[in-house]
């Protein structure tokens, strides 16, 4: 019998809000981000982060543009305090950049926390207490009134420790941790309280953030959670409210998102997701759902390859190929259908146009990333994909004709190898198949005189020797079909005929296609040859060679 019981697990609260508004909202612009990376993120892993990772990581955050970031839990933490200290005696924090500090509502770990701030321009005091009734009854044993007056009496030592450092601009932060699992009326009351220490004003605003500090409902709930508290919290307009959601369901980004819908300003979060358990709210994953919409996310994330190997090497936490927008295998398409899509969306998009081609939300250039990449060949591959191979690495733009054929060739190949095929591997397929302009035939040379009509002498080698064919026709190919059936006696049609310049200049060369029929089957061949005369010869030359 299965141990697998679902009757042990209740569903997460819920909200009753009838006339709930976020589902009739958009998105319209960038929340204000908050990093959380060097203290959520830090005291996530099995082994947290040497003071050169986190500087580099810091680094890196100030690059990405980032205004607010949470840098550690000083209280806590001797190696915490210290890089503070560093941030603040080193001069390392941008004026326009706020940094952020953790700590609990304790009078001890208050007045550490305000140490290790001492000279910084400006920072957010972040204090917290937990509210769920499970933190309340199990782990401290005190009733609603008991945790609300924990959470009014930190909110006093923040603000009485702030007077002593006047030189500094503090904003005061208050989470009620586990707010998800706490009864909603019960978290506006907390933070009620705490409003009534700090009185924030439209000038002098205090964060209020809600975190998710647990998953335990859908994102649609716990955007009914936020929208509650910001139509029941009072000053509203004199609280900057937040968010920071983690992924115990699967669901922070989509949670911050329709928080965002719900009325929260601000966003805490790290770059692909890292925190505790499985993590916080991806950043990078939601700046760029924004990024897509046409909103501008308002941090750089043009280097999304070097974002990834910054937190690989601070984190030692590898990033999935297929994660959102910067996997490795984001933008590499394997089925055929979606291959030729996206080579007949790209060739019809221009510059100056929105952006409109299937399978890719936006221009992988955007993200550092070259078309080179987009399509790879296996054997779920079609004619579209190794076409876009050849075209993108090769400048060969096949007819249809000729791609499909090839792709049967290209796919037996692949399933053979049992992988992958890269370009140069596709493009030794059509050239073993298709450039077969050597032997049993060769074009060793021709004359061409033009009079009103074509007289071609091609000089051919063959098995048995040299042979001097001679011919006549409307154009050097006709002139040339012509010519071989007089030699061979076999009647020679030409179904279909391409040509064109590889890159640009005079010395270019030129690819030439042709589709033949000789004696009921039809045949294709190609060239490539700095004549173009030379290269549909040669071309003619190879369909016939493979009959």
Known sequence: MSRFDHRRYRPGPVVNLPNRQWPNRTIREAPIWASVDLRDGNQALHEPMNVEQKRRLWDLLVQLGFKEIEVGFPAASQ??????????????????VTIQVLVQAREDLIRRTYEALAGVRQAIVHVYNSTSPVQRDWVFGQDREGVKAIARQGAEWVAQGARDYPETRWTFQYSPESYTATEPDYAVEVCEAVLDVWQPTPERPCIINLPATVEVSSPNVFADQVEHFATHISRRDSIVLSVHTHNDRGGAVAAAELALLAGADRVEGTLLGNGERTGNADLLTLAMNLYSQGIDPKLDLSRPDEIVAVCTECTGLPVHPRHPWVGELVYMAYSGSHQDAIRK??????????WNVAYLPIDPADLGRNYQAVIRVNSQSGKGGVAFVLEQEFGLSLPRWLQVELAGLVQRESETRGGVLDAAQIRAIFERHFIVDQAPHQLLGYRLDRNGHDVIEARIGAPDGERMLHGEGQGAMAAFVDAWTRWSGRKVSVLDYQEHAIGEGTDAEAAAYVRVEVDGQAISGAAIDRDTVAASLRALLSALNRR
Do not use: G, K, M, S
Not at 79 to 96: K, Q, S, T
Not at 345 to 353: E, G, H, I, S
């Open 79 to 96: 190696p915490d305090y210290d890089f503070v200290r560093w941030l603040i005696e080193e001069d390392r924090i941008p004026e326009d």
């Open 345 to 354: 969306c790209l060739a019809r998009q221009t510059p100056d146009a929105p």
